[in-house]
């Protein structure tokens, strides 16, 4: 063991989970439907027609998932609140029992030492909100501020921070725009505004979260792509420029410059003229954050054209980002990939922090998701050996800890997931826990991987093995 596998005093050690990918119980104590509901009802949408019930059950079973989390030595514990728990008709009328149960979760993580970290949105937004025009209506942004508010003034005594949004490209592009998340959109215009009115409801929020009178730390968990030329041509860097443009500085610029970046708005100008913007929202979003989180799982190659490429490498002809050229595609580099088929880069997780780093301006980061899902299967010694996932984190922790002796604002990480969970579109066939969960029998079992980030949080530095 060497000092320089020491991370900092102080650094935080976490997981995170979200509510809709774990709570189950989608119809208890009134609460009302969300965008996911109505999407896994659709036949085709989800793999295997899995639904959000009964998830991982964590509603009620909260308490032992809390006791696992002491296992892992965690020091926080990143969660989302269900929109539709706490207003189930998305504005209105209160459900007490709703929000009762962040309460008692807030209090039962804070007994147990661990610190809450809550996400007012990764995802589930009420169906009533969606019938009433979803993100592409400006008002959805209103009434995200409002259930801000009463989040806020029921937890913020004891949750100090707190992350507006999770990941706003897939609550706005690939859910209105690629179409593979809810409410599974495919329209540009309406991809584009949404992406808007997510930043205007992040800067409400921010401004609400900050009016309480209590101590509140206010970030959002942004999922920056890392995205490489596939060739050094001036081709594939022109189109690595246009990606990054759409999935990355269309949501930077705003947040830390208050503007869109002028090549996005030019390369998009067939699309949209921006006209969503009012008068005075820029600077709502570009209220100063406390914390950025970074959510990051693989790098990305892309390439101007398909043409002389091996056909089993590329994928995302005809439409690979919003405003691509039909001609312009992503390409595979032949790397180990996961079960996602997310090629295995850790030097991806060294490269975002040194940029949002840079273009921050030197508040703190927090990797706020990482991880990756792989087969895993219970051997005779009742024990998940998942050799593959730790690989992944300790390369990953590893690259965050050169990013911190480089002198990145890194502050903390959190693994993703604790608990196997619903993984969006693929159901539960994709699993990213530390922890196993028997979707039989919901019992839970620490894979290898969590008793090595039990180790890491307990040292502060990267296990030996
Ligand atoms: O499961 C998701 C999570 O909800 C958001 N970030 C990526 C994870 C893995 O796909």
């Not at 008692?104 to 995802?123: K, M, N, S």
């Not at 937890?155 to 690939?174: F, H, K, Q, Y």
């Not at 066939?429 to 894979?447: H, W």
Request: hydrophobic residues 40%.
């Amino acid at each position: 063991m060497t000092d320089h596998e020491q991370f900092p005093e102080g650094f935080l050690w976490g997981a995170a989970t979200a509510s809709f990918q774990i709570e189950g119980a989608t119809a208890a104590d009134g609460r009302g439907p969300s965008i996911w509901d109505t999407f896994c009802a659709t036949p085709g949408n989800v793999l295997g027609g899995d639904t959000g019930e009964p998830a991982v059950d964590h509603y009620h079973r909260y308490p032992e998932d809390i006791a696992l989390m002491r296992r892992l030595n965690l020091g926080a514990y990143r969660f989302s609140i269900a929109w539709p728990r706490v207003l189930p008709e998305g504005a209105g009328q209160v459900n007490q029992a709703g929000l009762d149960f962040y309460d008692r979760l807030v209090d039962a993580l804070l007994e147990a030492g661990i610190q809450p970290w809550a996400t007012l949105y990764h995802w589930d937004l009420p169906q009533r909100l969606q019938d009433a025009g979803g993100w592409p209506n400006r008002d959805t942004a209103l009434r995200f501020a409002d259930y801000t508010r009463i989040v806020a003034d029921a937890l913020g005594d004891r949750v100090e921070n707190w992350m507006t949004l999770n990941e706003p490209w897939c609550a706005s592009i690939l859910s209105h725009y690629h179409g593979e998340h809810a409410p599974g959109h495919r329209d540009p215009v309406a991809a584009l505004t949404s992406a808007h009115h997510l930043l205007l409801g992040h800067g409400l929020a921010a401004e609400v979260l900050r009016s309480t009178g209590h101590t509140a730390r206010v970030g959002l968990a942004h999922n920056q792509a890392v995205i490489r030329p596939h060739g050094a041509t001036a081709e594939d860097v022109r189109a690595a420029r246009r990606a990054d443009g759409v999935r990355n500085r269309i949501f930077t610029d705003p947040l830390f410059k208050g503007a869109y970046p002028a090549d996005v708005i030019a390369d998009l100008a067939d699309i949209t003229d921006f006209s969503f913007v009012a008068d005075g929202d820029l600077a709502t979003v570009a209220a100063p954050l406390d914390f950025l989180g970074v959510n990051y799982y693989m790098p990305e190659w892309v390439a101007a054209s398909a043409k002389g490429l091996d056909p089993d490498a590329v994928s995302g002809e005809g439409g690979a980002w919003l405003g691509a050229s039909p001609e312009e595609v992503h390409v595979s580099q032949g790397l180990p990939v996961t079960h996602m088929g997310w090629e295995v880069d850790p030097s991806g997780m060294f490269d975002v922090l040194r940029r949002l780093a840079a273009e921050s301006g030197g508040i703190d980061l927090y990797v706020t998701e990482n991880g990756c899902a792989y087969e895993d299967t219970v051997t005779d010694d009742g024990r998940i050996h998942d050799t593959d996932r730790v690989d992944y984190y300790e390369g990953h922790v590893r690259a965050a800890l050169e990013a911190v002796r480089s002198g990145v604002p890194l502050r903390g990480y959190f693994a993703w997931s604790l608990l196997d969970n619903f993984e969006w579109a693929w159901g539960y066939s994709r699993r990213f826990g530390l922890v196993r969960v028997d979707y039989d029998t919901q019992e839970r079992l620490v894979k290898d991987s969590g008793l090595w980030y039990a180790q890491l949080a307990r040292e502060g530095r990267v296990p030996t093995r």
